[in-house]
């Protein structure tokens, strides 16, 4: 088995994830004509299912793509692929769970009638987690500088699909620059997110979203952020337009991702922020571990 064993199932088919699935013609693997979703496991329960698998939904409407699979009937091949996942790398611990949906195969050709049937490809393997430095120290970023992030007008950034050139270019800039992620402004010269994560601040007590409007995806764990975590923390949201400029007056940054939830920010460029327990983003962190905890206490039917 190899050292990083990634358990996959192709359309109900298990098999590792080193073995080809797809034909060549399979149009999310000639024009990114896909979308898909990502879950995690707290506590050995798949967090926020809804709320992904409508996201998912949303992303299909707007790709004019038809889901064949029910949800329910999903959430049975997730089991099944996290259950073979845990017996064949004899991990316990929490999972990373990938959902890629694409229109199918076909003759080559970018129009969608060329298309046979919707494929899904599912992805599981350890849910990756910040090094102990990072946790405590946070990381690094810094703007990108030579691209802008898609105009919602162009290819929709609300939309998860398979297409994700503008952000692995951003990235590859910002790692060029010995940063670990990427702050990406839209056209307008507004900060909207970072490579795979949507960006937050801390001014005065307050956290300071960018909008969706500035063009960024609907994360889940930014709405779960908003609704339920910064209340429970007392902490207060808003969401307004934060420029390149904002950044030096800014107190803290932090990431929220699905995979990591909050990740303290340390430096954006030459801007240092606050760090340490004491700070919001870690007051937040803690609110949100305990909302996780809950949530996998009250849903035991969604367990993988």
Same mark, same amino acid.
């Given at each position: ?60 409407? +707007? $790709?004019?793509? /038809? &889901? ?6 999903? #959430?049975?091949?997730?089991? @099944? *692929? ?59 970023? +810094? $703007?990108?500088? /030579? &691209? ?6 162009? #290819?929709?950034?609300?939309? @998860? *699909? ?78 307004? *337009? ?63």
């Amino acid at each position: 088995m190899p050292a990083h064993f990634i358990q996959a199932n192709t359309n109900g088919r298990l098999h590792p994830a080193n073995e080809p699935s797809i034909v060549p013609l399979n149009r999310g693997f000639l024009y990114g004509d896909a979308i898909y979703e990502v879950w995690r496991t707290y506590h050995g329960v798949i967090f926020a299912w809804d709320e992904h698998w409508s996201r998912l939904e949303r992303s299909a409407v +707007s $790709l004019y793509m /038809t &889901l064949p699979w029910s949800q329910a009937a999903m #959430l049975e091949e997730i089991k @099944k *692929t996290a259950a073979a996942y845990r017996k064949e790398a004899g991990n316990a611990g929490d999972l990373y769970i990938r959902l890629q949906v694409t229109r199918g195969g076909g003759a080559i050709g970018l129009d969608m009638a060329l298309a046979d049937q919707p494929d899904f490809v599912l992805l599981v393997q350890p849910c990756p987690a910040l090094s102990a430095a990072q946790g405590q120290n946070g990381i690094t970023l +810094s $703007l990108a500088r /030579t &691209l802008h992030r898609n105009h919602p007008m162009t #290819l929709n950034p609300a939309w @998860k *699909t398979g297409n994700y050139l503008n952000n692995l270019l951003c990235l590859r800039e910002a790692r060029s620059r010995g940063a670990d992620d990427v702050v990406i402004t839209n056209l307008a010269g507004e900060i909207t997110e970072a490579a795979v994560s949507n960006i937050g601040f801390v001014l005065d007590g307050v956290i300071i979203l960018p909008p969706l409007e500035a063009g960024i995806l609907a994360g889940i764990t930014r709405r779960i952020l908003i609704d339920h975590v910064a209340p429970a923390a007392g902490v207060s949201v808003v969401e307004q *337009t934060v420029r390149p400029e904002d950044i030096g007056g800014m107190q803290e940054c932090f990431l929220t991702a699905t995979t990591k939830d909050l990740v303290p920010v340390r430096a954006i460029d030459a801007t240092v922020f606050r760090m340490g327990a004491d700070t919001v983003t870690m007051r937040v962190k803690r609110a949100f571990t305990e909302y996780a905890l809950a949530y996998a206490k009250a849903r035991p039917q969604q367990a993988a």
